[in-house]
């Protein structure tokens, strides 16, 4: 039998020389999860170097790719920006925009060749959960999916199905680490587990 494979796309990226550590802290962990799960688990560090058509193998080649992200200005680090515009265009992965000039039945977004596999985004924050689910508050409801639409349209564009994301708060102001790995390692669980 074939061992399910899952890629961990880790954006833990440095800023003016610091940073990083928690979301590599959380890619550790998850690997371990998913692996006592019986996944084999490969890792991309974003900010290494890397050759965009190996990439593109390796999500081709995944059944599932989590990226595992902090929240840098409402999004992710430039580092996985660029890591996006290389890897995801790649024929291996993209079809183009899925459209045809002959069937309008065919619409845009479609064309991803990733259909049997599935994404989940794992972020770090500083700003508190209230701030993403308090309609009077910063991101005014919208959640964490919402605030986070930019991230997860381009996984959907290359065909891939959203798995239920998990978010760590107040992560510089408020940390909770200790009650976070645990919730982390519960939702890989709860998400994971039942698709061995």
Avoid at 62 to 73: N, T
């Amino acid at each position: 039998m074939n061992m399910k494979k899952v890629l961990i796309l880790d954006a833990g990226c440095k800023i003016f020389g610091e940073g990083g550590s928690l979301n590599h802290f959380f890619t550790s962990v998850m690997k371990e999860e998913l692996e006592k799960l019986g996944f084999a688990v490969s890792v991309t560090k974003v900010e290494d170097p890397y050759i965009p058509e190996e990439e593109a193998r390796k999500i081709a080649g995944s059944d599932f790719v989590i990226l595992q992200m902090p929240g840098w200005w409402m999004s992710a680090p430039w580092q996985y920006k660029k890591y996006e515009d290389e890897v995801f265009g790649h024929e291996l992965i993209c079809g183009g925009d899925g459209r045809s000039r002959h069937d309008a039945t065919k619409l845009y977004g479609t064309g991803g060749k990733c259909v049997n596999a599935y994404y989940m985004v794992s972020s770090t924050w500083n700003a508190p959960l209230e701030a993403f689910n308090d309609p009077k508050q910063f991101f005014e409801g919208a959640g964490i999916d919402g605030a986070l639409m930019g991230i997860h349209k381009p996984f959907q564009f290359i065909g891939m199905r959203k798995l239920p994301s998990f978010i760590a708060n107040d992560v510089i102001k408020n940390p909770q680490i200790e009650k976070d790995t645990e919730r982390l390692r519960l939702h890989i669980k709860d998400v994971f587990g039942p698709l061995v």
